[in-house]
């Protein structure tokens, strides 16, 4: 195991533990961890795995529900787009596959909500009704994912100037 490889599981840690911590619904630091995991971690086994796994370790302790099928797919899809970031990483584009994080999450989570909560008809109406239903907490997780995202992008970035050897191993496109 590598220096960079420890401190990016630490950095994922200290997400997982963010999300333990009390905070206004849909402000939560995964989303932007999956996102960053995506870009940061060399393998693209880990960059999968380990948000998920951050999710299940912090599930375990909050509970699980039965949509979280939907929530982990819509991370997992989060972690690609990451790994779509990693090699045209900046500002600009970072705070757009946040922006892209948190409307992936919001369409796939509420949809799921409509098809299978049982809370809204299946009809045009109750889908409607269920995004409608959602769009306040969407504030929430917006300002999260723009927020985290530039807190671990940002940290990487800072240990990087500070210690070279964390530098990026993410391989290069061929």
């Known amino acids: ?6 401190v990016l599981t630490g950095i994922t840690l200290a997400a997982v533990a963010a999300r333990l911590i009390p905070h206004s619904p ?12 995506g870009a940061s971690f060399a393998s693209k086994r880990a960059a999968l ?3 998920l796994m951050a999710l ?5 302790v909050l509970g699980f529900y039965p949509l979280a099928p939907v929530v982990y797919g819509s991370f997992a899809l989060i972690a690609c787009l990451g790994l779509w970031l990693r090699h045209r990483q900046s500002v600009a ?3 757009s596959a946040a922006l892209a994080s948190a409307v992936l ?9 409509w098809a299978l909560g049982g ?16 769009v306040p907490f969407f504030r929430n997780t917006l300002t999260s994912d723009l927020i985290y995202s530039a807190l671990l992008f ?21």
Not at 56 to 60: E, G, Q, R, T
Not at 105 to 113: K, P, S
Not at 127 to 134: D, I
Not at 155 to 174: F, G, Y
């Open 93 to 95: 584009l970072i705070g």
């Open 154 to 174: 940002g940290i990487l970035a800072l240990a990087q100037k500070r210690w070279p050897a964390l530098a990026d191993t993410v391989p290069t496109a061929a």
């Open 1 to 6: 195991m590598n220096k960079r490889f420890l």
């Open 26 to 37: 849909n402000f939560s630091p995964i989303a932007a961890q999956a996102l960053f995991a």
């Open 105 to 113: 999450f919001f369409v796939l989570t509420n949809f799921g909500v």
């Open 56 to 60: 299940v370790l912090s599930d375990l």
């Open 119 to 134: 809370w809204y008809p299946r009809t045009w109406a109750g889908l409607a009704a269920c995004f409608a239903a959602a």
């Open 49 to 51: 795995l380990v948000p």
